[in-house]
């Protein structure tokens, strides 16, 4: 890999960062909700139900009890909000919560009002993700995995995603928004043509590279401290389709590894068929980490007979490394898959034999992780806290992560994590 790539590293982590979003304005005060104009005050619940889940989020580490929770039913709700609390001696903190899937609180806030974005979408769900031939515009509140299906109705799709589909498109372009195919694309917040933004004074305003740049940037993976995202206008790009949408779309690969710089200069590898403008390129590469005091793995991609080897391995090296990589394909490219992924595992330093191959339809592929959700939901580990970590690791330091976190760390010291995934990117992205 040259000096311009480096290494993403989500350690400690099972899914990518996603949809945390707070805007702060104001100090925890006086303030009560009795006090507010009826207008605003029709929107407030102060159900302790309602209150009581405004209180955490996925991370389920930090609690924080609001005052109220704002439930908007249009964008100049939530203007009329703002202004409201600019127009008190001592402004309230206003948090913005999609599905709180931030790991630190910070959809939270103590003594303050948690704007409840998603009940934007209750009435008029259809008419905030509008599909043109170019791109989607799309209301902030909207869920990425309501935009894969609108969008694919018409053959269209946005060019970077999330691992993780149940978050909503104003939460993760206030974060990044990664996963396998920040290598060619960037992340979300790099594949964004414009915005809606209501500022910290309550002005809706349309931003994008060339309009009001200075704040189209700097909601950009902003954390919501500088507006909060009410439209967001995707690139598309074609989808693979085959005759039938149900068809199977996706060539999903998984290699196992017992050796981290092989790995590594795998991934390396693959990522610059882009560079080089290879057909074969991939669509998607990432790594995952199997650590033996870990067990039970999920070994469900595997064929049956395959998983108590894999599991053996685990055992015997104490670490096992997979890279896991797709290739999309449609009518026209689906003749050429063998002889593609032939050219993508030429000269990969995996362990002989452990290379396995699934297909999917587009949309189960993308949607995959939440087949993981139910399941976890069902065995009560989505009901834990999750203390998640995302890393970003240049190339000349990722052999010392190995060695110093999963080896030292993790494995020595028999420290239970979720799943450290690793997601190898170009700098330029």
Not at 81 to 86: A, Q, R, V
Request: glycine share 6%; with cysteine.
């Amino acid at each position: 890999m040259s000096r311009n790539n480096s290494i993403v590293s989500k350690a400690l982590t099972l899914l990518c960062l996603t949809s945390i979003v707070v805007l702060t304005m104001g100090h925890a005060h006086p303030w009560l909700p009795s006090q507010t104009p009826k207008k605003l005050a029709l929107k407030l619940s102060l159900n302790n139900q309602t209150l009581s889940l405004a209180s955490s989020d996925f991370g389920l580490i930090i609690h924080k009890t609001p005052l109220a929770v704002f439930e908007p039913s249009s964008v100049n709700d939530i203007r009329d909000l703002i202004k409201y609390s600019n127009s008190l001696p001592m402004p309230f903190t206003i948090a913005e919560r999609g599905p709180a899937h931030s790991t630190h609180g910070q959809t939270l806030t103590h003594d303050g009002v948690v704007l409840n974005m998603t009940r934007l979408g209750d009435s008029r769900n259809g008419s905030r993700i509008v599909v043109y031939d170019e791109y989607v515009d799309v209301g902030g509140e909207q869920l990425w995995i309501d935009v894969l299906r609108t969008t694919y109705k018409h053959g269209l799709t946005p060019f970077a995603w999330t691992d993780y589909m149940y978050v909503s498109v104003g939460g993760t372009l206030s974060n990044a928004g990664i996963n396998g195919r920040m290598f060619r694309f960037g992340p979300q917040i790099s594949n964004v043509l414009e915005l809606d933004v209501v500022t910290g004074k309550g002005d809706l305003i349309k931003c994008s590279p060339v309009k009001n740049s200075e704040l189209f940037y700097a909601v950009l993976g902003g954390l919501g401290q500088f507006g909060v995202i009410t439209r967001a206008r995707i690139p598309l790009g074609p989808a693979p389709t085959t005759a039938m949408l149900d068809c199977m779309q996706v060539k999903r690969l998984s290699l196992v590894y017992n050796d981290f710089s092989a790995l590594t200069k795998d991934q390396e590898h693959l990522i610059s068929f882009h560079q080089r403008n290879d057909t074969s390129a991939p669509d998607f590469v990432s790594g995952y980490v199997l650590v033996v005091n870990q067990a039970p793995f999920d070994l469900s991609f595997y064929p049956t007979h395959f998983q108590p080897i894999i599991s053996s391995l685990v055992t015997k090296y104490g670490i096992i490394y997979t890279i896991e990589l797709t290739k999309y394909y449609d009518n026209n490219s689906q003749t050429h898959m063998k002889e593609e992924v032939a050219s993508l595992l030429k000269g990969l330093n995996y362990i002989p034999i452990f290379a396995f191959e699934k297909d999917q339809s587009y949309e189960e592929y993308q949607n995959r992780l939440h087949t993981t959700e139910l399941v976890a939901i069902s065995k009560g580990f989505w009901n834990v806290p999750h203390p998640w970590l995302n890393l970003l690791i240049p190339r000349s330091r990722i052999s010392d992560f190995n060695e110093g976190v999963l080896k030292n760390i993790i494995l020595k010291q028999n420290i239970s994590v979720g799943t450290p995934l690793f997601y190898p990117t170009n700098r330029n992205k």
